[in-house]
Each structure stands twice: as C-alpha cells, then as structure tokens.
C-alpha cells in the first residue's frame, strides 16, 4: 500500500534577512520530533521565509492599507484583470496571481514580502545545504497560497522546486482499465505543496513540512518550467 506522512517542523523562529533557510532545516530536524531526514523526503518551505532570508521585504506605509499596490504593478510584467482593489498579475516567473505575489500577512507590520527572485535557485540552495550537512538526497519545495480560477478558497502551491519532479507524465501508460492514457500530466511538486500546507496551517507560525513516501521515481533534477503553461498552449490568454 502507498503511505505518505507529512509534519510540521515545530521550533522555527522569526527569520530575518540573511538567515540561511538550509541552515535553519538542517539545525530543526538533526533529531526528533522533527527528524531525522531521509533519503527521498521532500521539504516544503514557505514562500515566506525565503523571501524575508533573501531580504525581499520592502517598506510600506502601515497605516494606507493600499500602499502596496504600487509594489504590484513594479512586480508585474502583465496585468490580466482588475476588479476593484483585487489586481490579478502575471509575474516575470510566469505566475498568474492576485497582486503579483505580494503578501502582508505573517510580515511585520509596514512591510510586504516580495516572491523570491528565482525560487528554483532557493530551492536548490536549501537541498544543496541539506546535502552537504547531513548527508541525505531530499527533494525542496517553495510554496506559496494561490487562488484557483473557476473555484473558491485556496490552496498552497509549488513557486520553487529542487530534487523533485515537477510534473509527472503518466501519457502513454496504461490506467487501471488498461486504456492508455493520452493527456494525463499529474502536477506532483502542487499536490505535495498542499499536503504540507495541512500540517503547516495560515497562522500556527510553522512554514515548513516535513513529506515522506513520495514515489522514488520522482526523485530527478526539474524546475518551475514543467508546471508554467506557455501562452502558446493557454486557451485563456
């Protein structure tokens, strides 16, 4: 039977611009009850602490609730859609969000976080440092809260992805019925983005999960390129 466990790493502080995120997994989970890690476990981190480690933080006015909307048009490359204070953005990652990415919220009041300037290359710093210093091939994600088109609340995502697939194809493999599949692209680093974000929670100040079980075979060198769908292939662009 296929088995994965998740769980939050519990005793992480309030990081600050130049922590390394590395470091601070590696010093959580050396030991119980929070490690050891394992070959083939999967960290997810949260958007958060990498972009206030990289110093992505930039002041704002804290009592003008719409000081940093000026922010998310800097950050934006496209506005898709307006509708009252709610911009919808495209990133120069790719990413199709509301207010580019931008967050007040678990920030220090009259500051917003940025997005990572490449989430990717945290990543892999953070499953670089993990390697050298404990010895173990784990798979990193940078997650982050998106809205979905088309479907209410919200779900964590991958931003950032090291060590673990990105997108599985299952296209010319047979299903259950023996049929072969012929379209079907399982977004693996999302589903396990959202996993973690149930042992994380919105504000029990826990911003990174522990994954275990994940097949081995997505185990393999990958980048946010496998999940951003090009303009070319987007029937709603």
């Known amino acids: 039977m296929n088995r994965l466990s998740a769980w939050g790493v519990e005793g992480i502080g309030e990081v600050i611009p130049g ?17 050891p890690l394992q070959n083939n476990d999967v960290v997810v981190v949260t958007q958060k602490i990498v972009s206030k480690a990289e110093g992505r933080l930039v002041e704002i006015d804290p009592e003008d609730p719409l000081s940093h909307k000026q922010l998310v048009e800097e950050e934006a490359v496209r506005i898709v ?3 009252g204070d709610l911009i919808i953005t495209e990133t120069k990652h790719g990413f199709i969000c509301a207010n580019s990415g931008i967050d007040l919220s678990n920030v220090k009041r009259g500051f917003a976080a940025l997005l990572p300037l490449d989430s990717d290359r945290s990543a892999r710093r953070i ?31 991958a931003i950032g992805v090291a060590g673990i697939a990105a997108v599985v194809d299952l296209r010319g493999t047979p ?17 396990l983005a959202s996993t973690a974000e149930l042992v994380m929670g919105k504000s029990s100040g826990v911003p990174v999960a522990i994954v275990r079980g994940a ?23």
């Open 215 to 237: 097949d081995p075979s997505w185990f393999r060198d990958a980048s946010m390129s496998e999940i951003v769908r090009p303009p070319q292939e987007d029937l709603f662009r």
């Open 127 to 157: 499953r670089d440092i993990i390697q050298a210093k404990l010895g173990v091939s784990v798979g990193v994600i940078v997650s982050d809260t998106f809205g979905r088109p088309w479907r209410k609340g919200l779900t964590d995502v």
């Open 175 to 191: 299903d259950a019925l023996g049929r072969t599949m012929q379209v079907t692209e399982v977004c693996i680093a999302d589903e």
């Open 19 to 35: 922590d390394q995120v590395g470091d601070i997994v590696v010093n959580a989970c050396r030991t119980e009850p929070n490690g």
């Open 81 to 83: 859609r307006r509708r």
